[in-house]
DNA sequence: GAGTTTGAAACT
DNA sequence: CAGTTTCAAACTC
């Protein structure tokens, strides 16, 4: 498979280009090619063109791109090293690990896994094949730091061997990412998790087995009739095993639609646990080994099989990312506690499977919190009934979930296609998302979209919701609202629930609640009345700011702010009275808090990004922690915070997510509660992340992004997506596209030079669709 | 678990 | 817009 895959780029390429097709997809892909030195570049756009893939996970992408800038210090360096070598995965890995390590601080691998898990599968739904070319992508695409952008470029034109070790770090970049942005902190799972990172370090240097299998690799491809063996191989500790096996696979090389289960699996970078755990359930272990697969498959991608294969495998892929964003969490709890019972893996695939799919559905057993984001569909329904079209974008990053979800694909398909030239303008920026769970915002995404494609909110209510907002409160404690209510019924902002968009649960002990599906209509209207009143009063309390240092980007609790500002008298913001603290922000000039001593940061330390604002002068006490915050109080300050309060580990919750997107929204509409209507709670944060990230990308530096992301985002950039409903997404992407950035002419090494005609929309997105098909 | 404190939401 | 009341979460015991 891999060899000959590769000699087969070269060929078709040529013929590609002579091609009819060739000539037209050159027409309307807004990248020229200078000259097309290498066949394979070319082939790749044409052949992998996987406009799908890298639409169809924008999510993904936009993870990938968050996790991407974290990791890209460390991975970039790592890659560096790596990408030249397939074999030295495991230095590579033990690169990451170390900088998970770093990161670790407070990462929670249970979230951070999920979010990582997002992304993965979001790649491996889109297109195996594609995987390499989509990395370049996205990376040029991506507003991520242009670190990640060169890179992948290089690597793309250069040598596919380097695009698939730059996959492969990426891959395992992301897993770790999730360990990064731990600084969310969601789970208190996760204590384990970090310390199975450790372990990793330690395993992933001694182990070889990951390397045995990355090197093979750059091949490897996971037949799915492979994967029996192929999880057996995961599934015994034994390196020597792994080894031997792993050779075999690459020839097989066909996709596999349990990549993105492992992917999922990988969430608990488990790699490092596999290795130490031999105890350890095989699941761990196959996580672990997925992800390496993951990233051969990475490298599959390249041969045409590998698309065909990988189309068929998407619908499974998608599930694996469904449970990823769903069960992420779950799974790493489920899988301490079955990693037992998974561990039987009679067959490879069927246990992966399994996993991902009991997660999903039933998964949520073990855990009902886990589906945090179900109740979401408030939201999403008042918006679906409004713009189709922006339930659509929104769709798409939860399409995915959806997709996973529901059995069609097909049309899931099409629409993420449609939807997917949105995402991939965002997937370049959602590091902040990266801090968030994904995974909740995945639910939510994946609920508003079932919702509104499907219609199926009051199924996801029923059941799903519930198990969401578990998880919330399960890996933050926050995310899994319930509500205590006794007098508004549910129907007023007292509740938690009906504020976050979610319906209430099992878990909730309210009385007389109306917030539920059955009384939907209800709900409806006295969520419309609310917005009436306060066109935001749905919207996202917090607004987190992309921070970039340097290359480096990342969240950080200081660059989310409260959009409306706390009140607080007595609290002096250091208990979860205080909006600000809850959401794990810092004060801002908004606040007009009484005594700041908000621990993410105080109101007088408050820096409105780009511009330096003096605090506002109410509470001179910050002023010690305002100097330390304005240079890097993050750090410290979320540190101090985990230790104080572990749950506020991750400073933006789910919620803040959701919140922020919604301000995003809102303030982008200038008042108008459009997001609530249009963007499902969970989805619209990712979209705000995704415009904050391209405009972090366009901002020339970090500070600025802030102001800007502050200003502009709202009045402009935000306003479009979530708007979208006035400007098509595409214009929003066109607009937005980090194209015109990433497209950036990979250096030397690449041959073929790109030169950005006019960005259009992402019409590729169908177009490929269309190009593969012809293919 | 009950009671208190707190601050947002709602109301006037 | 300001003041008051209502409410439910957060907190304390």
Redesign the pocket.
């Known amino acids: 498979m891999d060899t000959p895959e590769r000699n087969r780029i070269c060929t078709p390429k040529s013929k590609f280009e002579d091609s009819p097709v060739f000539n037209y997809l050159n027409s309307l892909s807004p990248i020229k090619s200078v000259r097309s030195a290498n066949i394979s570049q070319t082939f790749n756009s044409l052949s992998f063109s996987s406009p799908p893939s890298v639409f169809t996970s924008p999510h993904v992408s936009s993870q990938k791109e968050s996790r991407f800038l974290r990791r890209n210090f460390f991975s970039d360096s790592a890659k560096s090293g790596l990408a030249s070598e397939n074999g030295n995965d495991g230095n590579t890995r033990v690169t990451d690990a170390e900088t998970a390590e770093i990161f670790n601080c407070s990462a929670d691998p249970p979230q951070n896994p999920d979010s990582s898990s997002g992304t993965k599968e979001v790649h491996l739904p889109n297109e195996s094949l594609e995987l390499a070319i989509e990395l370049p992508r996205k990376l040029k695409y991506g507003c991520e730091s242009p670190e990640s952008n060169p890179v992948p470029q290089h690597r793309y034109g250069t040598d596919s061997v380097r695009e698939i070790t730059g996959t492969s770090s990426s891959l395992r970049q992301f897993v770790q990412p999730s360990l990064e942005s731990c600084s969310c902190p969601k789970n208190g799972v996760e204590v384990q998790e970090i310390s199975q990172l450790e372990q990793k370090n330690d395993e992933e240097e001694g182990s070889d087995w990951e390397n045995m299998i990355s090197d093979a690799a750059g091949l490897l491809v996971l037949d799915p009739s492979n994967d029996a063996e192929a999880t057996k191989e995961q599934l015994n500790p034994n390196i020597s095993s792994l080894n031997s096996q792993a050779p075999d696979l690459p020839q097989e090389g066909l996709p596999k639609p349990q990549s993105g289960c492992l992917e999922n699996d990988n969430l608990g970078t488990g790699e490092g646990m596999v290795q130490k755990n031999t105890n350890c359930t095989p699941q761990k272990l196959q996580s672990t080994s997925r992800s390496k697969k993951q990233v051969k498959f990475h490298n599959e991608k390249v041969d045409d099989k590998a698309e065909k294969d990988s189309k068929q495998q998407r619908g499974t892929r998608r599930r694996c990312l469904l449970f990823e964003m769903g069960g992420g969490q779950k799974r790493r709890l489920e899988d301490d506690s079955k990693s037992g019972s998974s561990s039987s893996p009679s067959d490879g695939k069927v246990t992966s499977e399994d996993r991902q799919l009991v997660p999903f559905k039933a998964g949520n057993n073990s855990s009902p919190c886990m589906v945090p984001g179900i109740g979401l569909h408030l939201n999403a329904l008042a918006v679906s009934g409004k713009d189709n079209r922006v339930v659509k974008q929104e769709n798409l990053p939860s399409g995915k979930s959806l997709i996973s979800m529901s059995s069609n694909i097909t049309s899931l398909h099409s629409v993420e296609s449609e939807l997917q030239p949105l995402n991939k303008t965002f997937s370049l920026s959602s590091l902040e998302r990266d801090i968030v769970p994904a995974v909740s915002e995945d639910q939510v995404m994946q609920d508003a979209y079932q919702a509104s494609v499907f219609g199926v909110s009051e199924e996801f209510e029923s059941g799903s919701p519930r198990k969401r907002r578990r998880r919330y409160e399960n890996g933050g404690?926050?995310s899994c609202?319930?509500?205590?209510?006794?007098?508004?019924?549910?129907l007023?902002?007292?509740?938690?629930?009906f504020?976050a968009g979610v319906y209430c649960v099992e878990p909730?002990?309210?009385?007389d609640c109306f917030n539920k599906p059955i009384h939907e209509d209800t709900v409806l209207a006295t969520r419309k009345q609310?917005e009436s009143?306060?066109p935001l009063?749905f919207a996202p309390?917090v607004i987190s700011h992309v921070a970039e240092i340097g290359e480096e980007t990342y969240k950080t609790p200081a660059s989310a702010r409260h959009k409306?500002?706390?009140?607080?008298?007595?609290?002096?913001?250091?208990?979860?009275?205080?909006?600000?603290?809850?959401g794990g922000v810092g004060c801002s000039i908004n606040?007009?808090?009484?005594g700041c001593k908000n621990a993410f940061g105080t109101k007088d330390g408050y820096v409105p990004s780009g511009e330096e604002i003096e605090p506002e002068g109410e509470e001179s006490e910050s002023s010690e922690k305002n100097n330390m915050r304005k240079s890097l109080q993050i750090s410290e300050v979320h540190n101090d915070i985990e230790e104080q309060?572990p749950d506020h580990v991750t400073p933006i919750t789910p919620f803040q997510i959701c919140r922020m997107s919604v301000q995003l929204e809102f303030s982008s509409s200038s008042g108008k509660p459009p997001r609530p209507s249009i963007f499902p709670v969970g989805s619209s944060p990712r979209l705000l992340s995704n415009h904050i990230q391209q405009i972090s990308g366009v901002l020339p530096t970090p500070l600025k992004l802030e102001k800007q992301f502050q200003i502009a985002a709202p009045e402009d950039e935000t306003p479009e997506f979530l708007k979208g409903r006035n400007s098509s997404p595409i214009s929003g992407v066109k607009t937005a596209s980090p194209n015109g950035k990433r497209v950036s002419p990979p250096h030397g090494k690449s041959t073929r030079k790109l030169v950005l005609q006019s960005i259009p929309s992402f019409p590729s997105l169908t177009f490929h669709d269309q190009t593969d098909d012809h293919q």
């Open positions: 404690d926050e609202k319930r509500c205590n209510c006794k007098k508004s019924k549910c007023k902002l007292y509740c938690e629930c504020a909730c002990s309210c009385l609310i009143r306060n009063a309390k409306k500002g706390c009140n607080c008298k007595k609290s002096s913001c250091l208990k979860k009275y205080c909006e600000c603290f809850q606040c007009r808090c009484e309060y």
